[in-house]
């Protein structure tokens, strides 16, 4: 097939883990044959040289579109929303004038009006990967008119697409709930982990080790975006009882987002700053050395569609405590990591201090992650479920072309219904 894909991080541009997804994705849709293009933001900051506007990276064609003038900052999310999608859309009419699409698929609500306005000029099956909600990210609510609009718009998406893909059962069950989808329209797709990528050879790991801890310290790590969701608070208020129970601890916190300088003041206020090190941003190798170098793995999550650094941190052999939420619960069932009640520091420094505590059942814990991983998370499987995906779309776009009349957008677009929508759902 020749897929069309629109998101708004990819490499070297990588935020949170949907840039790694895309990127896995289309590499594994190339390797099976398929003829991916990509087209997503620019890349012009950072250590590295600018990215090239247009490439063949992996076996991919990568699009990468400059910010229109006047450049409007991030923080003005909606503006610089529309102006992001007007880019997306132009360059992927232009690949769509060029080649002969089966399929477009849109990767959140980022990418909405460009994949809805390639839909319809082009007659092409969309497919939307939903990867996290609004309405999930506030714990059941939406607190002010921006997260209103963007549940508005994830909602528009979802009813844009031929077929939605969620990235785990409990996502399944959210998006059907709070966007009023038939369920068979949803269909469950996992993430996926490179296996191989993540096997890195003993010596190099333990001297890796050896630059960041002492030969009696344990390590502990978190990897993701620093937002409130993603619960590195608790981790921070049960660091002290961990401690002691197993001596020197040292928490690695890798990633950065909007809640990073409070989570700093958190540590300066518990005076942990002696025991905890904010990385930043860690590219793909010297993320994987810390998840190899741990002695624990940390998805302390509040709200997690699926949790793809529980499987990254699985497959390094690293044992993972994750919160019992949303994907993670699938992850870490059957005794593939320890969980715990999110937001509940007591019962996490307990888990947290028996895995340090009883090798025994670290040991069988890695075990077991192992074995779950090669067996649900393989990129392989993920790619050809992808396809299936697409494929129905397709059969379903072409046996209702000409012979329906689509439906009129039904009333809950507006802020109003929304709301009414959102109450229904909780």
């Known amino acids: 097939m020749r ?45 590295g040289p600018p990215a090239p506007g247009e490439e063949w990276l992996e076996g991919v064609h990568v699009v990468r579109v400059a910010e229109a003038p006047p450049v409007i900052p991030f923080q003005d999310l909606v503006p610089w929303v529309l102006a992001f999608n007007n880019r997306v859309q132009t360059a ?35 497919v939307a990967t939903v990867h996290a909600t609004e309405y999930g990210r506030h714990q059941g609510w939406l607190p002010g008119p921006m997260n209103k609009l963007i549940h508005q718009v994830e909602w528009w998406l979802t009813y844009e697409a031929r077929r939605v893909i969620a990235c785990s059962r409990y996502m399944r069950e959210q998006v059907e709930d709070i966007f009023v989808l038939p369920p068979e329209k949803v269909d469950v797709v996992p993430n996926g982990v490179a296996v191989r990528d993540f096997a890195l050879p003993d010596d190099e790991v333990a001297a890796y080790r050896r630059t960041l801890v002492g030969p009696r310290t344990r390590m502990v790590v978190f990897a993701g975006r620093l937002e409130y969701e993603k619960g590195v608070q608790t981790v921070l208020e049960a660091l002290q009882a961990v401690r002691g129970g197993v001596g020197p601890v040292k928490f690695f916190i890798a990633g950065i987002g909007t809640y990073s300088d ?48 529980a499987v990254e941190a699985m497959a390094c052999g690293t044992p993972v405590v994750a919160g019992d939420t949303g994907g993670l619960r699938e992850i870490v069932a059957g005794g593939s990591g320890l969980s715990f009640p999110p937001q509940d520091a007591e019962e996490l420094a307990s888990a947290l201090t028996r895995v340090l505590t009883d090798d025994a059942l670290a040991q069988r814990m890695v075990a077991r992650a192992r074995r779950r991983i090669a067996e649900r998370y393989d990129w392989s499987s993920v790619a050809a479920a992808t396809v299936d995906v697409y494929a129905r779309a397709a059969r379903e ?16 677009l507006h802020a109003a219904p929304i709301l009414e929508l959102g109450e229904a759902a909780g």
């Open 92 to 126: 992927a009419a232009k690949l769509a004038r060029r080649y002969d699409f089966d399929v477009v698929h849109a990767h959140d609500w980022l990418v909405a009006y460009a994949a809805a306005g390639i839909k319809e000029a082009f007659d092409l099956p969309l």
């Open 3 to 47: 897929v069309l894909m629109l998101t708004w991080e990819y490499p070297p541009r990588v935020v949170g883990g949907l840039g790694r997804h895309c990127a896995a994705l289309a590499r594994n849709l190339v390797a099976q044959g398929h003829e991916v293009h990509v087209v997503t933001r620019d890349h012009v900051t950072g250590d």
């Open 397 to 412: 776009e072409a046996a209702l072309a000409g012979r329906e009349q689509r439906p009129a957008l039904r009333p809950i």
């Open 262 to 309: 409070e989570l700093k003041r958190r540590v300066r206020e518990l005076g942990l700053r002696r025991h905890v090190h904010f990385t930043g941003f860690l590219e793909d190798q010297h993320l994987r050395l810390h998840y190899a170098a741990a002695d624990v793995a940390v998805a302390p999550s509040i709200y997690e569609p699926f949790g793809l650094v």
